[in-house]
Structure formats: C-alpha cells, structure tokens
C-alpha cells in the first residue's frame, strides 16, 4: 500500500511539474507551490518566503517521501486577493509543550494546520502551522 501511494504522489508531481513548466511559458504564474523539507526551520523560512509572495497555506502532510525520507510536505495556493502571509511553524513531541507554545504565539496567529512526522532523531513529532495576514500599515 506505502509502494502505491509513493508511485501516485511521485506520478502527480510530475505531471503538476509538466503543467507548471507550461503556465510558466505562458508567462503566467504558478498558482500551486509544493514545500518539502526535513528540517523544520527551513520549512518556516520557505512558508514565510512564499507568503511574502502572496501564496497562503492550503495543507499539510508529513511522513515518507520518495527521496529525501521523513519529511514535512506542505501546498500552497496563489491568494486571489493578493494578500500576504507570515507564518509559524512549531514542533515538538510532547502535546503538553505544543499547547504552551500555541498560547504564547502572538494573538495575530492563528490555526492553519497540523501534522505528524517522524523525527530525525527519531520518535514523533507534531508540526502545527499558525498564520497571520500582513496588513498593510
């Protein structure tokens, strides 16, 4: 079952490759970005870039990928509206923890959405992902 789900996520991602390669001769711009990465750190500084952009969070998974093993996976989509995002990603393995760390998130964040990963150092961690609007000052 794992074998077929990584062979339908890999056929799927060539083929929004191939559909984005020709949006992007057409000059247009991509309306779908697709984030992977193991380290968490990185993952929120991509989620920022691309918020910065115009691009809000749309979902997330984290488990096993086809090449690069345990990792956070996230879609975002062009906002319509043209707003922008800044965004918080936490993780940790303990819930107690995440609740502490949710509460004491500025008020401007709010929920866009959690998942679970195994970690490099192994067990689990939950990943939740907070966003806020930019608003113009």
Known sequence: MTKIR???????VLVATNLLAVEKEAG???????????????????LNEAGARGYRFVGT?????AFAGNEVVVIMTLDPEGRRYRYLLLATSRTGTMQKEMNEAPPEYEYAGMTVFKSRFGGS???VILQAEVKDE
Request: glycine letters at 8%; hydrophobic letters at 30%; aromatic letters at 2%.
């Open 6 to 12: 990584t062979c339908i996520t890999i056929a799927l």
């Open 28 to 46: 247009q711009t991509d309306r779908f970005l697709l984030l992977a990465t193991t380290r968490t750190g990185t993952m929120q500084k991509e």
């Open 61 to 65: 998974q984290g488990g096993t990928t």
């Open 125 to 127: 961690e939950t990943a």
